[in-house]
């Protein structure tokens, strides 16, 4: 039994055996959180809630006279609260805000019910974790708010296998009026006390993801995106540590997002220095009217916990991705193809000749999957036209031929697409310049050239369901890379009313989900593969539909290790779509082994590669086989040494049955040829392991505790190496 509810106490408590999470109906109807860390057998409810302040004290409504607090333990800005409410005593902000009939908007949800199953429902129209009934139970709780009839059906699902709850919210509006909502999260955390660092992932097209850390002091740090998706300028991901955790000791808990659209995470320490974690939708441009009866289902959170360290919390969170996100079972245990892709060589100029010659060159270098990307349809040369014309540009390619010679040489048959989007310089915006999002009498801002569809609306999204079904309903195409290059501005639908149009950029994600959850059902062995200007939209949202997203369009060897290595925290690798470029100054040995902790792939001409460089790619091809299923795509990471924090990335991919690993090392700086180790974690203790470093044979133990002797092998600056280990007899 993973939930198990103590009646007299009105105790939950969630449980696997290294995780707890107990939470408490109090006196009141407020569900108070008592605790999340590891595993408690019991715990004390009065010693949790006891506050050394003054008592709480409210004016009776009818008698006008003085009642005092019935239950002793609680105090609106101290208390832990599950569901915190707005416009009471409790300053620290509402997760729902409703604006009442009266005009006000307090909110203040209370317990009415709760139902505990075994398994975890998927959500309706969202992207969320899958769990069976033999791995999982969830707690449904029902609220009411004190004022309408609004109720709130909050879930939590406890895995036996996995250190993560997942939570989420449902409005639902019994009143017989709308309802609008001005705030509407999906979770909400309350900690006792604020002793963190919160590491976070801040960006910028070409350097997607990296790791900043900022101690939590008095006040608010809120990590958002208003861009309208998950965006590269931050991440629905964070971590907070105690000052003392590192990769293999302490305390630290993770929040994930199950979302792609515009989302904040507020981070909120009070002036009793206890902190708020609060996430969900963000406010800007929302605001939700539920008609009657109408019920809104909002995003769904991980919050992961770790007792020893950054390393257990991010190979937990690999686990539940691999294991209960995504859809392609088949991908994640096979191999997911090597790809090569015509866009850095050719951007728009090709033709079918030289695609074919991509085609014919591709194999030898070991990919089994040929790309075409941008450029094939309408009349578009550069970035200037024709999205939303999804139809060949027969005069520049003949695709049958392309796609049967591609066939013919063994290969997977890949193709771009950036269905969302549409140019203003394209028949579809001639026609029907109402599909595009953008407010009436106001200068459109053009990103790359290009407007935003209203997906939202079940007309546009048909449309573009009906472009993207005809083309893989005429050509054999095996994958599709699904593009999305601009964020939101202006936003403004013409199929919604002026009371509704802050519901638009919610509509957008779910009508995107739609039409990523149709073309899953219609091609279900087409593989997928997201992109959005390289990883602008990097979340679990999108990797519930799809299993590969592009990790960034950075061609930098150097900018990609620090992509790589931050991305780690939150996300398996196997998902990190990352290629070999050629436009770069660093080694090709180095660029391969880079990519190589990600899917692996290749973004340049066959044809321009020196002997030497053909020779590497050869011999990466052997250690792909033997490697990178095991190791990258289903195995253990431990990253061993920061490159925010030395002048070495070190990570080591080591696979379930502890046989073999991969280690990456990449030095930056040129460094003296002194003695320096890199110790390997995540191997056998009563195992030998010989590496092709040295040629040695060492035990588990001399990896973890002496290291590999890095010195003079690999001092020259910018360059990376993959070291292989292998168990022997
Ligand atoms: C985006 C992608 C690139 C490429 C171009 C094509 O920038 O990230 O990989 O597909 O679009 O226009």
Redesign the pocket.
Known sequence: MLISYDKDRRVFHLHNKDISYYLVVDDRGMLQHLYFGSYLPDIDIEAITYHDIQKTTFLDKETHSEKEEPFRYFHPESSMLEVPSEGGADKRGGMIVIRQKNGTAFTDFRYQDYSIAKGKPLLKGLPSIRGGSDECETLEIKLKDVLSNVYLLVRYSIFSDKDVIVRSARLENGTKEGVCLDKAFSASLDLPDSDYFLCHFPGDWEQERRFVENRLADGKLVIHSNFGFSSHAENPFCILRRPGTDERHGEALSFSLVYSGSFAIDVDVNRWKSTRVSMGLDDEDFAYTLSPNESLQLPEVVMSYSAMGLGKLSRGLHDLIRDNLLKRDSYRKEEQGIVLNS?EDTYFDFDTAKIMKYIGAAKDIGANVFVL??GWFGHRDN?SSSLGDWHVNTAKIDLSKVVDFCHEKGLRFGI?MEPEIVSPDSDLFRTHPEYALGIPGVDLSLIRHQLILDIGNEKVRDYVWQQIDNLFKKYRIDYL?W?F?RYFTEVYSHFLGSKDQGKTMFGYVLGLYDLLDRFTKHYPDVFLQT?A??GGRFDMGMLYYSSQI?GS?TSDAVDRSFNLYSTSFGYPLSVLGSHVFSNDSTSVATRMAIAFFGTYGFEFNPDRLSEEDRDEIKKAETVYSAYHLDCIQNGDLYRLSSPYQSNYLGMACVSKDQKKAVVLFMNYRRETPLSRFLKVYGLKDDSYYVNNLDGHSHSGPYYKNVGLNISKRLTRGNEARLILLDEVD
Do not use: L, M
Request: glycine content about 8%; overall charge negative; proline content about 0%.
């Open positions: 866009w990307d941008d970035d771009w890379k593009d290059n992109c200007s390289g592009q369009d």
